[in-house]
Antibody, heavy 117, light 112 residues
Framework: QVHLVQSGPEVKKPGASVKVSCKASGYTFIDNYLHWVRQAPGQGLEWLGWFNPDSGDTNYARKFRGRVTMTSDTSINTAFMELSSLRSDDTGVYYC??????????WGQGTLVTVSS | DVVMTQTPLSLSVTPGQPASISCKSSQSLLHTNGKTYLYWYLQKPGQSPQLLMYEVSNRFSGVPDRFSGSGSGTDFTLKISRVEADDVGVYYCMQSMELPYTFGQGTKLDIK
């Protein structure tokens, strides 16, 4: 059974960085891309980018290029999303989601990131 | 970026009655490979989004056949033939035809 378990909530000050983890189980980690999507409080969904755990290739949404870094540690089947230069409007829930044949079929439970001075 | 526009933004439905949500994209989502990269998700209150439909009209595993998707090119529709209490939440369409992937604003469904 596929599971994506994300790290716990974070509180950061403006200008800081946050690193969210997403631990995969129930499938071969390197076989599937992972997407990162965020949701501001009471708002809709916004795609940040995808990550290929097999090659390390990434594709970031233009809006986040220069601030987002997606990586993984294949020895522990875990993906990471780091967002730097945090602003108050980066506050929200960050999700990882597995890609299979172009669709995101399993999502993590989400990680709340709060940016506040 | 491809703009996804959903209507209505909210609807209130009596159990057992049908519901329909429209999603229009600013560009065609039909790929040269013949596939159309349009997806529907449901985010139930307090939960992560869950995949309902992929490539317009294919129900994801475990999705009841009360749900159906249709459309082509730039115009798409999600229909629920008989709404149940468990269907409440926010429905999103999403395109993956072009990067960045983009979502509609969401349609909130509640029960009368």
């Amino acid at each position: 059974q596929v599971h994506l378990v994300q790290s716990g909530p974070e509180v950061k000050k403006p200008g800081a960085s946050v690193k969210v983890s997403c631990k995969a189980s129930g499938y071969t980690f390197i076989d599937n891309y992972l997407h990162w999507v965020r949701q501001a409080p009471g708002q809709g969904l916004e795609w940040l980018g995808w990550f290929n755990p097999d090659s390390g290739d990434t594709n970031y949404a233009r809006k986040f290029r220069g601030r987002v870094t997606m990586t993984s540690d294949t020895s522990i089947n875990t993906a990471f999303m780091e967002l730097s230069s945090l602003r108050s409007d980066d506050t929200g829930v960050y999700y990882c989601a597995r890609d299979i044949y172009g669709r995101t079929d399993h999502w993590g439970q989400g990680t709340l990131v709060t940016v506040s001075s | 970026d491809v703009v996804m526009t959903q209507t209505p933004l909210s609807l209130s439905v009596t159990p057992g009655q049908p519901a329909s949500i429209s999603c229009k994209s600013s560009q065609s989502l039909l790929h040269t490979n013949g596939k159309t990269y349009l997806y529907w998700y449901l985010q139930k209150p307090g939960q992560s989004p869950q995949l309902l439909m992929y490539e317009v009209s294919n129900r994801f595993s475990g999705v009841p056949d009360r749900f159906s998707g249709s459309g082509s090119g730039t115009d798409f529709t999600l229909k629920i033939s008989r709404v149940e209490a468990d269907d409440v939440g926010v429905y999103y369409c999403m395109q993956s035809m072009e990067l960045p992937y983009t979502f509609g604003q969401g349609t909130k469904l509640d029960i009368k």
